[in-house]
């Protein structure tokens, strides 16, 4: 077997989500976010997975944070866990560790330049309570992660938001972030209109 790529083992994991059974795609990867992993979901395709991400998930934040799957460590990998660490303490750190030009892009939201995100970062920050890393892949520059958010919502509600998230490192700082979740949820509980 072979060590995959993140975006092949992410890519095959929506694939299986997708197939079985028939589902949306923002529903597949909420699945791929909640469930899981076993090894005979990717056997067919070759792939490896680490122990930790097949482990129930309720233990998975039980486990000693960090990356749970990576061919090795990079620069990419140490920056967007430094800029997690700072985000999970809100403290102002995670600023420092964004591009000037930095683009997120989300199902409901999206932000270009630093100043947009910075707004936007710290408007969901007054809602975010906690971060389980379920799991964190490196490939070069690119970081794929896998975690559930855990929010307070206006309508005293908690949610907790599987998101699955591709965020690129550009000399030592994250220029972008591609993030991908359910938002019927979120729209529901914040008063959004969808």
């Keep these: ?98 591009t000037d030009d930095v683009l997120f892009d989300g199902p409901v939201q999206h932000a270009r330049g630093k100043a947009e995100f910075v707004t936007l970062t710290g408007q969901f920050l007054q809602a975010h309570r906690e971060t389980h890393l379920l799991g964190r892949v490196e490939d070069g520059s690119r970081v794929a992660s896998l975690f559930e958010f855990v929010i ?11 998101v699955a998230e591709w965020a690129t490192v550009v000399d030592g700082r994250i220029s972008e972030f591609r993030v991908y979740y359910d938002p019927r949820d979120f729209l529901r509980a914040f008063g959004i209109a969808g």
């Design 1 to 98: 077997m072979r060590i995959a790529s993140p975006a092949l083992v992410l890519g095959r994991l929506l694939v299986i989500s997708l197939n079985r059974p028939r589902r949306s795609p923002i529903e597949a990867i909420a699945v791929v976010a909640r469930r899981t992993v076993s090894p005979d979901d990717l056997a067919d395709e070759g792939v490896r997975m680490a122990p930790n991400l097949m482990a129930s998930r309720r233990d998975r934040w039980r486990q000693q944070q960090g990356v749970g799957y990576t061919a090795m460590t990079t620069q990419a990998g140490d920056v967007v866990a430094h800029y997690y660490a700072a985000f999970d303490s809100h403290r102002d750190e995670w600023q420092d560790l964004v």
């Design 152 to 162: 307070d919502a206006p309508n005293g509600q908690r949610l907790t938001c599987p």
